[in-house]
């Protein structure tokens, strides 16, 4: 082997070393944070660990609720009925979906959150169809001969060590997926919004006293020392080259009527495998900025074609966040964090939306929706179509976008 072989073969073998320490680091957090559960704790509905990065106390429970309603619809529409999870946790997911599935196959780093689930189950529902496993997500030994419908990684990339990592463990999930099935990654963080996300959250803890340039040095510390995987929304697009069995890729932004870290800075995926797609259609489409567009005026369209979508709605989840991180980018000398933040409640949200107001639309309507990231961070666009047909014209609609030359382009590297 030569000499620079032999130092890019010592770097690859350290760096696998390094995200196995990761992955090992994971793991002994979340046996650690598991075994805080009590045999009285909360059941099926055990959100030990959700907190908030704000305040640092428990995400409240009607929230962390409204977070779990929308990913148990979303999968069940997919009408799973062999299932593999990977990082099923404490069954958050496997206790609502299970019971509406013949197989089940849960698995997890985390022999202490399995003991968990297991106890749960035998003391309760009892479901039988249940199997569990402990393993890494990218170990798929002994699955080879199951063929799944329905993959889960839900609130689980975020602790992959890299972009790499999450291809690996796409690559095993498409072989054991049948034709036609589907993976359902739920509560990606989203990388536009990394320096959004973590301005707003020193904002919050910071006094009004602090030096800006000091508040400024803290937002970009934390930006470098992140542990979690933040991804590209684009990535989910550009797999497509990777992995040509993958047919349609679907990108939702989080539901809720609340804003939190997770309706704010997160994104769900669907992403398809071997399906039969039929790309026509003729709706409008209408640019919600440029003309000037309401809800009443997108209610009479919708009255008068099968479907519409609309584009560049701004998001009012996300107007002050990202008006923050991009005063603080430009501000030149606030003085204090109390000045910025004097300057920062005068910013009014120009013509900006809840993206709950187009799904209650939809409702109203009985149309399906399909609210996803628009080009920019700050916006979204918004697809109503049929019930009928409906996965069809999102597909239709899907943007276009320019590939990056590298997979790590797509992700932070904690």
């Known amino acids: 082997v030569g000499q620079s072989q032999e130092g890019e073969l010592l770097a690859t073998s350290e760096k696998g070393q390094l995200f196995d320490e990761q992955i090992e680091q994971w793991q002994s957090l979340y046996n650690q944070i598991y075994r805080q559960t009590s045999a009285d704790s909360q059941g099926i509905f055990n959100i030990v660990g959700w907190n908030s990065s704000y305040t640092g106390e428990p995400i409240p429970v009607a929230q962390m609720r409204e977070w779990l309603d929308d990913k148990v619809k979303v999968i069940l529409a997919q009408k799973p009925k062999k299932v593999l999870e990977i990082g099923c946790g404490t069954g958050l997911i496997l206790f609502q979906v299970a019971p509406h599935c013949q197989h089940y196959w849960g698995t997890d780093i985390s022999s202490v959150a399995l003991d968990y689930i297991q106890r749960i189950n035998q003391e309760g529902p009892q479901l039988e169809q249940v199997r569990l496993l402990h393993s890494t997500a990218d170990n798929f030994e002994g699955l080879e001969s199951e063929r799944f419908d329905t993959i889960i ?7 992959f060590p890299h972009i790499d990592y999450l291809l690996r463990v796409l690559e095993g999930a498409i072989k054991v997926l049948t034709p036609g099935g589907c993976i359902f990654l739920g509560d990606v963080r989203n990388l536009q919004l990394m320096e959004a996300f973590h301005a707003d959250v020193e904002l919050y803890k910071a006094n009004p006293e602090d030096a800006i340039k000091d508040f400024k040095q803290r937002v970009q510390r934390k930006i470098e020392q992140e542990n979690e995987l933040f991804i590209d929304p684009d990535f989910f697009r550009a797999i497509q080259s990777y992995f040509p069995q993958i047919t349609e890729v679907e990108i939702h932004l989080e539901r809720g009527q609340h804003h939190n870290e997770l309706t704010q800075f997160r994104y769900n995926v ?8 039929d790309f026509s259609t003729d709706f409008p489409e ?12 997108v209610r009479n369209q919708l009255g008068k074609s099968e479907g519409l979508r609309v584009i560049g709605v701004p998001n009012s989840r996300l107007f002050r966040p990202l008006k923050s991180a991009e ?6 000398d606030f003085g204090t964090t109390e000045e910025f933040q004097a300057i920062k409640s ?3 949200p120009e013509n900006a939306v809840e993206p709950e107001d187009f799904s209650a639309l939809a409702e109203d309507l ?4 399909w609210v996803t990231w628009s080009d920019t961070p700050d916006r979204y666009d918004v ?17 276009t976008h320019t590939a990056k ?10």
Do not use: G
């Open 366 to 369: 009985s149309l399906s929706v």
């Open 327 to 332: 005063l603080l980018r430009n501000s030149q």
């Open 270 to 277: 669907v992403l398809r495998i071997e399906t039969i797609l």
């Open 286 to 297: 209408l640019n919600w900025t440029e003309q000037q567009l309401t809800l009443s005026e």
């Open 153 to 159: 990684l839900n609130s689980v990339v975020q602790y």
């Open 346 to 348: 005068d910013i009014i």
């Open 383 to 399: 697809i109503f179509a049929p019930l009928e047909n409906s996965r069809r014209n999102y597909i239709a609609f899907t943007p």
């Open 405 to 414: 030359p590298e997979w790590q382009l797509y992700a932070n590297h904690p």
